[in-house]
């Protein structure tokens, strides 16, 4: 499903020497930098002395910082910045080859700018406008030459950041665009090219799951720490989604899903009520040390303690005696299951529906230990020890002094509700004490259609592990109305016990993580369907202007298209939000059998690979 990138024209030729930069705040002097560290002339302008002096601040420490860490040489640093003109008036911009205009997120003030500009700078000049959510097209109307305006929304840091987005306007001259992407690739960038629509790609996919996030908090569904902890370690992100929040500033947050909101009048980007009240109380975030967390002081990255802290004393306890944990299934999650408890000292006893399928849970337990042993990071002795541990069986009778058992089994509700009626006979009933907790690993069904099916509701929690179980530290814990909270506290610390991190959320559909993750990826595909970038630009962009380790298609053909078709209609179909209804492309290459990597072919082709 991949589109190829056109071509740049031969008029991609044309040379640029001095480059404009207008604002030189923190964005603007980044820019500025990059323009000069690749040997053009830069003429940076401001409005003030005051405001000048700040931004050639930005740019002296900047660099000293890199000398600091050797990644130039004071020569180098004198040279780069004596190519950097500081000036307050913009008719010093008449020599420039390519302007880009840094200033704040106001469109009458970008509009004044490109005004003026019109009268100052040569017919042929390249007028360019770093922002990161107004119209590039209302701003281009300023200009008597709209299709020499076009967007580039460096991110931040921009020394830093590889990602550059070229907005392109209905009216910006192909060889315009040409020109401005083989520029940027000059500078050591990757440019990604996109439609003028509010928050291009990184912003308007980054900022739907950050307010679904904020969402998720203010209806005290998990924890602020649950829900970051959940991102973190069930899919890597580099932050969680609110303490990203804090770090891009509410304020700014607020104004980037209001505009696009505006625009597309998508519910999704309609900004959570609290993002509002917060910013009116002036919590801004890290800025003011006050957001979804507490600093220690304004620009302090150090979250401290504050009301909402979970307290050291509510540490979760075994409130059940566990030493005989049961798992029940032999497929690669059941058997990294298996193998987490063993590790941990515990005596598993693992059912399966044939001898040869027990002896496969044991084979792939083995087969990781001794790719372990090859690296030195295990020995046969704790190899022999572990397996010593498990036990199998294929009777589900043999559970009737199991302490835990935990589900594994296939997503199909049928067979795991006739599985936990059997449970229900076979395995001990407290009768009101403490009886074997029955635990499923779910990642989508409802877990309470799962304990109706017992006689004892109480005891029935979703204990969702992620794959490889061995590797991920996540394990999401899912209470229904009916679990018991001694239950509950007991698989916390049960999953502090055998070294996970331990996240609390109700039986909804998707948990914290799935219920984040797949309408992003969703969101993703709807991108892609209505041709507005292609699906490598796409990725590029979540993952070099976001930092996440996966681009959304990537991760899509990883996971299955059937594995996210099914997990999006269960999410549509208890929230009934039309921003969840999965996309019709995502449908359609289900239907003809494109399931990503495990058949050759998703949204992209792997035939050949």
Same mark, same amino acid.
């Given at each position: 499903?991949?589109?190829?990138?056109?071509?740049?024209?031969?008029?991609?030729?044309?040379? !640029?020497?001095?480059?404009? %930069?207008?604002?030189?705040?923190? *964005?603007?002097?980044?820019?500025?930098?990059?323009?000069?560290?690749?040997?053009?002339?830069?003429?940076?302008?401001?409005?003030?002395?005051?405001?000048?002096?700040?931004?050639?601040?930005?740019?002296?420490?900047?660099?000293?910082r890199?000398?600091?860490?050797?990644?130039?040489?004071?020569?180098?640093? #004198?040279?780069l910045?004596? @190519?950097?003109? !500081?000036? $307050?008036?913009?008719?010093?911009?008449?020599?420039?080859?390519?302007?880009?205009?840094?200033?704040?997120e106001?469109?009458?003030?970008?509009?004044?700018?490109? @005004?003026?500009?019109?009268?100052?700078?040569?017919?042929?000049?390249?007028?360019a406008?770093?922002?990161?959510?107004?119209?590039?097209?209302?701003?281009?109307?300023?200009?008597? /030459?709209?299709?020499?305006?076009?967007?580039?929304?460096?991110?931040?840091?921009?020394?830093?950041?590889?990602?550059?987005?070229?907005?392109?306007?209905?009216?910006?001259?192909?060889?315009?665009?040409?020109?401005?992407?083989?520029?940027?690739?000059?500078?050591? =960038?990757?440019?990604?090219?996109?439609?003028d629509?509010?928050g291009?790609?990184?912003?308007?996919?980054?900022?739907?799951?950050?307010?679904?996030?904020?969402?998720?908090?203010?209806?005290?569904?998990?924890?602020r720490?649950?829900?970051?902890?959940?991102?973190?370690?069930?899919?890597?992100?580099?932050?969680?989604?609110?303490?990203?929040?804090?770090?891009?500033?509410?304020?700014?947050?607020?104004?980037?899903?209001?505009?696009?909101?505006?625009?597309?009048?998508?519910?999704?980007?309609?900004?959570?009520?609290?993002?509002?009240?917060?910013?009116?109380?002036g919590?801004?975030?890290?800025?003011?040390?006050?957001?979804?967390?507490?600093?220690?002081?304004? +620009?302090?990255?150090?979250?401290?303690?504050?009301?909402? $802290?979970?307290?050291?004393?509510?540490?979760?306890?075994?409130?059940?005696?566990?030493? &005989?944990?049961?798992?029940?299934? $032999?497929?690669?999650?059941?058997?990294?299951?298996?193998?987490v408890?063993?590790?941990?000292?515990?005596?598993?006893? %693992?059912?399966?529906?044939?001898?040869?399928?027990?002896d496969?849970?044991l084979a792939?337990?083995?087969?990781?230990?001794?790719?372990?042993?090859?690296?030195?990071?295990?020995?046969?002795?704790? =190899?022999?020890?572990?397996?010593s541990?498990?036990?199998?069986?294929?009777?589900?009778?043999?559970?009737?002094?199991?302490?835990?058992?935990?589900?594994?089994i296939?997503?199909?509700?049928?067979?795991?509700t006739?599985?936990?009626?059997?449970?229900?006979?076979?395995?001990?009933?407290?009768?009101?004490?403490?009886?074997?907790i029955?635990?499923?690993?779910?990642?989508?069904?409802?877990?309470?259609?799962?304990?109706?099916?017992?006689?004892?509701?109480?005891d029935?929690?979703? *204990?969702? !592990?992620?794959?490889?179980?061995?590797?991920?530290?996540?394990?999401?814990?899912v209470?229904?109305?009916?679990? +018991?909270?001694?239950?509950?506290?007991?698989?916390?610390?049960?999953?502090?016990?055998v070294?996970?991190?331990?996240?609390?959320?109700? +039986?909804?559909?998707g948990?914290?993580?799935?219920?984040?993750?797949?309408?992003?990826?969703?969101?993703a595909? /709807?991108?892609?369907? #209505?041709?507005?970038?292609?699906?490598? +630009?796409?990725?590029?962009?979540?993952?070099?202007?976001?930092?996440?380790?996966?681009?959304?298609?990537?991760?899509?053909?990883?996971?299955?298209?059937?594995?996210? &078709?099914?997990?999006? /209609?269960?999410?549509?179909?208890?929230?009934?939000?039309?921003?969840?209804?999965?996309?019709?492309?995502l449908?359609?290459?289900?239907?003809?059998?494109?399931?990503?990597r495990?058949?050759?072919?998703?949204?992209?082709?792997?035939?050949?690979?």
């Amino acid at each position: 499903m991949t589109t190829a990138a056109a071509e740049p024209s031969s008029a991609s030729a044309r040379t !640029f020497t001095t480059i404009g %930069v207008v604002g030189l705040g923190t *964005m603007g002097a980044g820019i500025a930098e990059v323009f000069a560290r690749n040997g053009f002339a830069v003429v940076g302008v401001e409005v003030t002395d005051e405001a000048l002096g700040r931004g050639r601040q930005h740019l002296e420490h900047s660099t000293a910082r890199a000398v600091k860490r050797e990644k130039m040489t004071e020569a180098e640093q #004198a040279e780069l910045l004596g @190519r950097i003109t !500081f000036t $307050t008036s913009l008719k010093d911009l008449t020599d420039a080859d390519f302007v880009v205009e840094a200033v704040v997120e106001s469109l009458e003030t970008k509009m004044a700018i490109f @005004r003026d500009l019109d009268a100052i700078v040569s017919p042929e000049t390249i007028l360019a406008t770093n922002t990161s959510s107004l119209s590039v097209t209302e701003i281009s109307t300023a200009n008597s /030459r709209p299709g020499r305006v076009i967007g580039v929304h460096f991110f931040n840091p921009a020394p830093v950041q590889n990602l550059v987005e070229v907005i392109k306007t209905v009216v910006t001259e192909q060889a315009v665009l040409d020109e401005v992407r083989v520029l940027v690739e000059k500078l050591g =960038k990757n440019p990604v090219v996109c439609g003028d629509k509010a928050g291009f790609i990184a912003n308007t996919l980054l900022f739907g799951y950050l307010n679904h996030a904020v969402s998720m908090y203010e209806g005290k569904y998990a924890s602020r720490e649950d829900i970051d902890a959940a991102m973190r370690y069930g899919c890597g992100y580099p932050m969680g989604p609110l303490a990203l929040l804090d770090l891009i500033g509410l304020d700014t947050a607020y104004e980037i899903l209001e505009t696009m909101y505006r625009q597309g009048r998508d519910r999704l980007h309609a900004p959570s009520p609290i993002l509002k009240q917060m910013v009116t109380a002036g919590m801004l975030g890290r800025k003011t040390g006050r957001g979804f967390y507490t600093y220690e002081a304004p +620009d302090s990255p150090v979250v401290v303690t504050d009301h909402e $802290t979970p307290s050291a004393d509510e540490k979760p306890e075994l409130q059940h005696d566990i030493k &005989l944990v049961g798992v029940v299934g $032999t497929g690669t999650m059941a058997s990294g299951i298996v193998e987490v408890f063993a590790k941990s000292g515990y005596d598993v006893l %693992v059912v399966g529906r044939g001898q040869d399928k027990v002896d496969g849970v044991l084979a792939a337990i083995t087969r990781n230990f001794d790719k372990q042993i090859q690296r030195g990071k295990a020995t046969e002795e704790a =190899k022999a020890e572990v397996l010593s541990r498990v036990t199998g069986t294929t009777s589900l009778d043999d559970l009737k002094d199991v302490d835990i058992v935990v589900e594994a089994i296939a997503e199909d509700l049928a067979i795991k509700t006739t599985l936990f009626e059997n449970l229900d006979d076979i395995c001990r009933n407290g009768n009101g004490g403490r009886g074997a907790i029955l635990a499923t690993t779910t990642s989508s069904l409802p877990i309470i259609a799962c304990a109706k099916a017992t006689s004892r509701p109480q005891d029935v929690i979703g *204990m969702h !592990f992620f794959n490889p179980a061995p590797v991920m530290k996540l394990v999401e814990v899912v209470s229904t109305v009916s679990t +018991d909270d001694a239950v509950t506290e007991t698989v916390r610390a049960l999953c502090a016990k055998v070294g996970k991190v331990a996240v609390t959320c109700a +039986d909804r559909a998707g948990f914290i993580v799935n219920a984040l993750l797949f309408p992003y990826l969703n969101d993703a595909v /709807r991108m892609l369907d #209505a041709h507005y970038a292609t699906a490598d +630009d796409i990725d590029l962009a979540m993952k070099q202007g976001c930092a996440l380790p996966m681009g959304p298609f990537e991760l899509l053909d990883v996971v299955g298209n059937d594995v996210s &078709l099914a997990i999006q /209609r269960e999410l549509y179909l208890e929230f009934r939000e039309p921003g969840f209804a999965p996309s019709p492309l995502l449908e359609h290459l289900v239907t003809a059998g494109y399931l990503g990597r495990k058949t050759k072919r998703g949204f992209r082709d792997y035939s050949q690979r």
